[in-house]
Structure formats: structure tokens, C-alpha cells
């Protein structure tokens, strides 16, 4: 199982997700932007399985990069969250998981292991 990247400008999101996520035993990168993430993404494209975004960033909001994944890599789960509902709509098509924020730690680890499940069926079924 490859890295599951997380992506949010606040240091405090990140670091708190980060734990979490270490703690349930997954191998985590993070990126502070959209455009450092895609540029992991690009980088790295084969060890990052899942992509967890925040949807509202200074330098490019979750759904431009889920836009931009979805050209590149369109098989990567993703999973928003945001602390806004009424922005789920504006990722219609794009595959992705929408949580409103705040995501309690168990709710957040077995939605990462239903999505990388999923990928993994996925691809079984691709094979």
C-alpha cells in the first residue's frame, strides 16, 4: 500500500490528520496546497493510493486539484472535507467522498480503509 497524501493549509489540520491516520498504521505525506500536491502527485504518482484534500485553500481550492487529478490519475480515491455542505455539488462527476468537517478520528480511519478497499476491488476487477 502506497502513501495516503493529505492536502490543507493549516499546519494544525494537517499534523492532527497526520497522527491519526500514522497511529491506524498508514504511511502518510502531506502537502500544504494544491499545486505542492500535484506536484507530488506527478512525482510520485505510484506510491500515493488515496488523496484526502480540504476543499478551500489559498492557492487553489480541492476542486481544481480534483480536476487536475481526475485528467492525470483518474484512478486515485479522494476524499473532501470541508467545513462547507453546500460545496458538495461543485464536485458532481468527479468521483470524489465529500465529509462536512469535523470528521471524528474512527469515522476518518474507516473511511480511508473503505476507499482503499475499493480501490483495490477496483482494480481486481480492471485485471
Not at 48 to 64: A, C, F, K, N, Q
Not at 78 to 85: A, F, N, R, T, Y
Not at 110 to 127: F, I
Request: hydrophobic fraction near 45%; aromatic fraction near 4%.
Amino acid at each position: 500500500m502506497g502513501c495516503v497524501l493529505l492536502v490543507d493549509d493549516s499546519p494544525l489540520q494537517l499534523k492532527v490528520r497526520e497522527t491519526v491516520l500514522h497511529n491506524a498504521g498508514f504511511t502518510v505525506c502531506v502537502a500544504t496546497s494544491a499545486d505542492s500536491a500535484l506536484a507530488m502527485l506527478r512525482g510520485l504518482a505510484e506510491s500515493i493510493s488515496l488523496v484526502i484534500t480540504d476543499h478551500l485553500m489559498p492557492e487553489g481550492d480541492g476542486v481544481r486539484l480534483t480536476r487536475t487529478l481526475r485528467q492525470e490519475n483518474p484512478w486515485v480515491p479522494v476524499i473532501v472535507l470541508s467545513g462547507m455542505p453546500e460545496a458538495e455539488p461543485e464536485y458532481a462527476g468527479l468521483d470524489v467522498v465529500f465529509r462536512v468537517k469535523p470528521v471524528p478520528p474512527p469515522e476518518l480511519i474507516e473511511l480511508v480503509r473503505s476507499c482503499l478497499e475499493n480501490k483495490g476491488n477496483d482494480q481486481a476487477g480492471a485485471a
